[in-house]
C-alpha cells in the first residue's frame, strides 16, 4: 500500500521568510502524481501545486515550488515570500490512478 | 466555492438516530468520494464511485452506507453511529485517472453524542 509521511506536525515561519515543508512517499508505482493541498480554518481543502512523477522538472506556482526527488521518493513545498494568508494545515498526497493518499498534515504558522 | 458543494455543514446526532450527509457537483466530474478526516491522523479513504458504481469500501463499518444515484450526487447515510465517528467528513470528486487532482468540498462536522 502506498504511504504518505510528513514528518513536522508543525512548523512556524516569519512573514516574509521562506519555509520548506518535507513529504516522503512510498510506492512500487512509476507513474503517479503528486499534490501539495491547503486546509485552511475555512475548511475547504485547496489545491496549491502539483507534479507529475514523469517529468523532472519541479513545478512552481508563484510563490509556491516543490523539490521533487523520485528516487528518494521525496516531496517537499517551499513557500517563498510566506504571507499571513499563507497560515493553513498542509497536506501532501500522492495518487495513482483513482486511489489518492494524503499525509497526516502540518500546520504551518505565519508570525508578523 | 470551488464547485464542490456539502450539506449540511454541521451536525450534531445522537447515537440511535438517523441522517444522511449530501455532496454534490456540477463540474462534469465522474469520480466521487467520500474521506473522512480526523484530528492528527491521515485523510481515511472511505468511499469511491466511479461512474455511479462503487469501486472501493475501505473497509468502512456497516453504520455507513453511501449512495449514489448519478454522476452529480452523494450521499453518505448514517446510522446508530459511535462517538468515534465525530469527524470531518469530505466529499471530493474528479475526472477518472486525471492528473489535475481532486475538488473538494467544505466538509460536514459531525459530532455524535
Known amino acids: 500500500a502506498q504511504t504518505v509521511t510528513q514528518s513536522q506536525p508543525e512548523m512556524s515561519v516569519q512573514e516574509a521568510e521562506t519555509v520548506t515543508l518535507s513529504c516522503t512517499y512510498d510506492?512500487?508505482?512509476?507513474?503517479?502524481?503528486l499534490f501539495w493541498y491547503k486546509q485552511p480554518p475555512s475548511r475547504q481543502m485547496i489545491l496549491v501545486i502539483r507534479?507529475?512523477?514523469?517529468?523532472?522538472q519541479n513545478a512552481t506556482e508563484n510563490r509556491f515550488s516543490v523539490n521533487f526527488q523520485k528516487a528518494a521518493k521525496s516531496f517537499s513545498l517551499k513557500i517563498s515570500d510566506s504571507q499571513l494568508g499563507d497560515a493553513a494545515m498542509y497536506f501532501c498526497?500522492?495518487?495513482?490512478?483513482?486511489?489518492?493518499?494524503f499525509g497526516a498534515g502540518t500546520r504551518l504558522t505565519v508570525k508578523p | 466555492e470551488t464547485g464542490v458543494t456539502q450539506t449540511p455543514r454541521h451536525l450534531v446526532m445522537g447515537m440511535t438516530n438517523k441522517k444522511s450527509l449530501k455532496c454534490e457537483q456540477h463540474?462534469?466530474?465522474?469520480?466521487m468520494y467520500w474521506y473522512k478526516q480526523s484530528a492528527k491522523k491521515p485523510l481515511e479513504l472511505m468511499f469511491v464511485?466511479?461512474?455511479?458504481?462503487?469501486?472501493e469500501n475501505n473497509s468502512v463499518p456497516s453504520r455507513f452506507s453511501p449512495e449514489c444515484p448519478n454522476s452529480s450526487h452523494l450521499f453518505l447515510h448514517l446510522h446508530t453511529l459511535q462517538p468515534e465517528d465525530s469527524a470531518l467528513y469530505l466529499c471530493?470528486?474528479?475526472?477518472?485517472?486525471?492528473?489535475?487532482?481532486?475538488?473538494f468540498g467544505s466538509g460536514t462536522r459531525l459530532t455524535v453524542v
Open positions: 510506492t512500487s508505482e512509476s507513474d503517479y502524481y
Open positions: 463540474l462534469g466530474h465522474n469520480a
Open positions: 464511485y466511479n461512474f455511479k458504481e462503487q469501486t
Open positions: 471530493a470528486s474528479s475526472l477518472d485517472r486525471d492528473s489535475r487532482g481532486y475538488t
Open positions: 507534479q507529475e512523477a514523469y517529468k523532472q
Open positions: 498526497a500522492y495518487r495513482s490512478g483513482n486511489d489518492m493518499r
